[in-house]
């Protein structure tokens, strides 16, 4: 049985991961952290991390950036492995999250869910391949109305890994509203769309000469983030201090 303190609990993925975890005979969310405390649940909720006295084995972050900073210094305090799922972190509080994996086990990842995470890889090896035969590289990313940050953290993701993939030389353009000139040829573009109840829809396209290539993922529930959430827990448990990701919880 792995114990679980629950940070963002009463936010939309925190529900979701509440009801997967209740169902998982090998987990046990023992304490919820959360500015409001909404609906029933079966654990105390706590307002700041500071409060919580409950003991665990890992943390899983379902939060928004400006509570981040708070979050590490508690993990770290009480050595609790975190499973930081948060996205749009600042270049600073990345680096800090960096300091921290070398005190505790971190498992960060853009996109908590398996077929994501395998779309990473083989957009390493589409790149790799069509790049240097002179195919554009595009990431369209589509959520709901209120994701706050754009364009998505797996969105990021992906272009990082068509830019790993095509060696590493090529920069990302969010916005071409503000130039008038074509692509040059080191450019990825990534575009963010938000409406609706959209969970999540990626495109990747490599749009060659008379033939365009895509890869798309679309996620229909917020389940599967929580699913990967709490196998990644089970995963980063008693783990040594380090960075860790989906890729390691996949083996």
Request: charged letters at 25%.
């Amino acid at each position: 049985m792995v114990d679980i303190i629950l940070h963002g609990c009463s936010g939309f993925m925190g529900q979701v991961v509440t009801d997967i975890a209740a169902a998982d005979a090998d987990v046990r969310i023992v304490a919820g952290i959360d500015v409001a405390d909404r609906g029933n649940k079966d654990y105390p909720v706590y307002t700041e991390a500071a409060q919580c006295r409950e003991t665990a084995e890992c943390i899983i972050d379902f939060s928004n950036a400006k509570a981040i900073d708070g979050l590490l210094d508690y993990a770290i305090a009480r050595s609790l492995p975190v499973v930081l799922c948060t996205t749009g972190l600042t270049e600073a509080q990345l680096g800090k999250v960096e300091d921290a994996s070398k005190k505790i086990a971190i498992l960060r990842s853009a996109n908590m869910s398996l077929g994501v995470n395998l779309l990473l890889k083989l957009l390493k090896e589409a790149a790799a391949t069509l790049a240097p035969a002179g195919y554009d590289m595009e990431v369209e990313e589509m959520h709901h109305r209120r994701k706050v940050d754009a364009p998505s953290g797996t969105a990021i993701a992906l272009a990082e890994a068509l830019n790993e993939g095509a060696g590493g030389e090529y920069h990302f353009t969010y916005d071409r509203s503000q130039r008038t000139a074509a692509r040059d040829d080191k450019e990825i573009g990534v575009s963010a769309l938000r409406g609706g109840t959209v969970v999540g829809i990626h495109d990747v396209i490599f749009a060659g000469q008379d033939e365009v290539v895509e890869f798309k993922h679309t996620a229909y529930s917020r389940a599967i983030f929580a699913k990967g959430a709490v196998a990644a827990a089970k995963f980063l448990a008693g783990k040594a201090p380090g960075m860790y990701n989906m890729a390691d919880v996949i083996g």
